[in-house]
């Protein structure tokens, strides 16, 4: 038998009554509060990880904080734990002290969880534990989103967690604003929103601008969208002003509210001249609330 094989038959093994889990709880309690190590034999991760499933959720949150303290060698039976185990609370917790340890020895085994595992909370647990990881996950987390599988719900995991990576690393995602693939291109600029809000990070608002001119219409509608939260007119409107003939309806009508948006009164008569050719009457209305709304913040100023 293999070492892993052993610690998976110990860990299958290994339970905990009521009263051994909370004395065991309240012996770990006190060693975090005096900041002693617990033990980090095998015997006792396996008890801590069997902890993870009491229904106590102060005790849970114990076990969890001390096998964090334990850290990379804990990893390797929170993972097996994570893979196999039939409690789905066990599950859910062995995710979240994966995401207090950060360590992307665990990523295979997270990724594996947020793909096949149909608890909900357990996906949430392991993107969130991938955000933590950071880098490492953005790979991964962008291979999941472009296939046929990946849900709404994942979806919105995945653009959660690279939004966290970005705020971390946002120029982690360059690459990936570049990528040949629309879907993560969108996914990247969706991710650096918050930091093109920062006026002090030019290089992450110069790859939203240059999104702007993507060949793919619904990244020029998202990039777009994003221009008009996080840049003011005298940065950004005469880029827009190119958008508002652009072939496709939805980056024009994107294109308008943006403008809206970043107040950009200096925009009024180009919109004037849009809604005179535009064709479409979807368009044209967002159009003319556009200028409508700027004309009266021109005259209030």
Same mark, same amino acid.
């Given at each position: 038998?293999?070492?892993?094989?052993?610690?998976?038959?110990?860990?299958?093994?290994?339970?905990?009554?009521?009263?051994?889990?909370?004395?065991?709880?309240?012996?770990?309690?006190?060693?975090?509060?005096?900041?002693?190590?617990?033990?980090?034999?095998?015997?006792?991760?396996?008890?801590?990880?069997?902890?993870?499933?009491?229904?106590?959720?102060?005790?849970?949150?114990?076990?969890?904080?001390?096998?964090?303290?334990?850290?990379?060698?804990?990893?390797?039976?929170?993972?097996?734990?994570?893979?196999?185990?039939?409690?789905?609370?066990?599950?859910?917790?062995?995710?979240?002290?994966? %995401?207090?340890?950060?360590?992307?020895? =665990? &990523?295979?085994? +997270?990724? /594996?969880?947020?793909?096949?595992? !149909?608890?909900?909370? #357990?996906?949430?647990?392991?993107?969130?534990?991938?955000?933590?990881?950071?880098?490492?996950?953005?790979?991964?987390?962008?291979?999941?989103?472009?296939?046929?599988?990946?849900?709404?719900?994942?979806?919105?995991?995945?653009?959660?967690?690279?939004?966290?990576?970005?705020?971390?690393?946002?120029?982690?995602?360059?690459?990936?604003?570049?990528?040949? %693939?629309?879907?993560?291109?969108?996914? =990247? &600029?969706?991710? +650096?929103? /918050?930091?093109?809000?920062?006026? !002090?990070?030019?290089? #992450?608002?110069?790859?939203?601008?240059?999104?702007?001119?993507?060949?793919?219409?619904?990244?020029?509608?998202?990039?777009?969208?994003?221009?008009?939260?996080?840049?003011?007119?005298?940065?950004?409107?005469?880029?827009?002003?190119?958008?508002?003939?652009?072939?496709?309806?939805?980056?024009?009508?994107?294109?308008?509210?943006?403008?809206?948006?970043?107040?950009?009164?200096?925009?009024?008569?180009?919109?004037?001249?849009?809604?005179?050719?535009?064709?479409?009457?979807?368009?044209?209305? #967002?159009?003319?609330?556009?200028?409508?709304?700027?004309?009266?913040?021109?005259?209030?100023?």
């Amino acid at each position: 038998m293999t070492r892993v094989q052993s610690q998976q038959e110990d860990m299958k093994s290994e339970t905990l009554t009521q009263e051994e889990a909370l004395e065991l709880a309240t012996v770990l309690k006190q060693k975090l509060s005096d900041g002693e190590l617990p033990n980090k034999d095998l015997e006792s991760i396996n008890k801590m990880v069997a902890g993870l499933g009491d229904n106590r959720g102060e005790l849970r949150l114990t076990f969890a904080k001390s096998l964090g303290s334990v850290g990379e060698e804990a990893i390797p039976i929170l993972c097996e734990a994570l893979k196999n185990s039939s409690n789905t609370i066990i599950r859910r917790a062995s995710a979240k002290t994966l %995401n207090i340890i950060g360590n992307k020895k =665990a &990523l295979p085994n +997270l990724i /594996e969880a947020f793909e096949t595992d !149909e608890d909900p909370v #357990v996906q949430g647990s392991s993107a969130g534990a991938m955000a933590t990881i950071g880098e490492p996950a953005i790979q991964p987390l962008l291979k999941i989103l472009t296939e046929s599988k990946c849900t709404a719900f994942q979806i919105g995991l995945i653009n959660l967690a690279l939004g966290f990576i970005g705020s971390k690393s946002p120029m982690a995602l360059h690459s990936a604003t570049n990528s040949t %693939n629309p879907e993560i291109r969108i996914a =990247a &600029l969706s991710a +650096l929103a /918050e930091q093109a809000q920062k006026q !002090e990070n030019g290089e #992450v608002r110069l790859l939203i601008l240059n999104a702007l001119k993507d060949p793919d219409s619904e990244v020029r509608a998202e990039a777009a969208t994003i221009v008009g939260k996080s840049m003011d007119q005298e940065e950004a409107a005469n880029q827009l002003h190119e958008l508002l003939e652009d072939s496709n309806d939805q980056v024009r009508k994107n294109t308008a509210l943006s403008l809206m948006k970043m107040d950009s009164v200096i925009s009024i008569d180009t919109i004037e001249h849009a809604i005179h050719r535009e064709s479409d009457e979807q368009v044209k209305g #967002v159009l003319i609330v556009a200028r409508n709304q700027l004309i009266n913040r021109r005259d209030t100023i």
